[in-house]
């Protein structure tokens, strides 16, 4: 006696293509989380550093940078914090003409759809780094 076997390949394929597609479907979802906050924390290390070296005296112009950066990330959908961000400069005081200004970010990504209680195994760490130099010709502080 044959069985008929007329339907099998259907449910195989879709069976097959359901295992293999979710997986790769969600591979690229996260590679593309990741990627946006690379992006965003690069836009906001570079905008940091424009924010302060073109600050007039007297601003604050660690405030303006520390916004700067803030809302480059929130572009990408990434929030900043404070321990997320550092400001290093190689003159004193910071905007000394001809010295630079480097600004680092580096922030934890949460991965899409993992549950928080996984920690660290849940999140991708993303690290930007730009040194933005002060003008030459800039008036002393």
Known sequence: MRRDDTGSAIVEFCFLGVLLMVPLAYVVLAVFHVQAAAYGA???TRESGRAYTTTPAGGDAEGRAWAAAGVALADHGVDLADQDYALTCSADPCSSPGGTVR???AVDVPLPLLPR????AATFRVEATHVQPVDRFRGAP
């Not at 209680?117 to 660290?120: I, S, T």
């Open 42 to 44: 690069a836009a906001a």
């Open 117 to 120: 209680f996984l920690g660290d």
């Open 103 to 105: 600004t680092t970010i």
